[in-house]
């Protein structure tokens, strides 16, 4: 099993910036990639941003240029740096493990944690 927790959402200013830390613990050795998601209020749940165990990395439309995602292996942590961020971007943000137990595709997901941004 993966444990998740997420830490470093907030309050931010409008064009300030932000890094949210997702530590794993656990099985992490079984993680193929991590990936950064959000939920507003009455909206789904998107990806935003991924990153492999390879370092391959890919970015939603919607955050390319503005946010970047990065990892510490030492730590068994991963970052999004969220630079430039408007208050369309307040949700709760959540990262994910995408993990295999021999050829079963397991997810886990971490608690969350609150992004509100002000203009």
């Known amino acids: 099993q993966v444990q998740l927790v997420e830490s470093g959402g907030g309050l931010a200013q409008a064009g300030g910036s932000l890094r949210l830390s997702c530590a794993a613990s656990?099985?992490?050795?079984?993680?193929?990639?991590v990936g950064w998601y959000r939920q507003a209020p009455g909206k789904q749940r998107e990806l935003l941003a991924r990153?492999?165990?390879?370092?391959?990395?890919s970015y939603a439309e919607s955050v390319k240029g503005r946010f970047t995602i990065s990892r510490d292996n030492a730590k068994n942590t991963v970052y999004l740096q969220m630079n430039s961020p408007k208050p369309e971007d307040t949700a709760v943000y959540y990262c994910?493990?995408?993990?295999?137990?021999?050829?079963?595709?397991?997810?886990?997901w971490g608690q969350g944690t609150q992004v509100t941004v002000s203009s």
């Open positions: 656990g099985s992490t050795f079984s993680i193929h990639a």
């Open positions: 990153i492999t165990s390879g370092g391959s990395t």
């Open positions: 994910n493990a995408e993990t295999y137990y021999y050829n079963d595709y397991v997810p886990y």
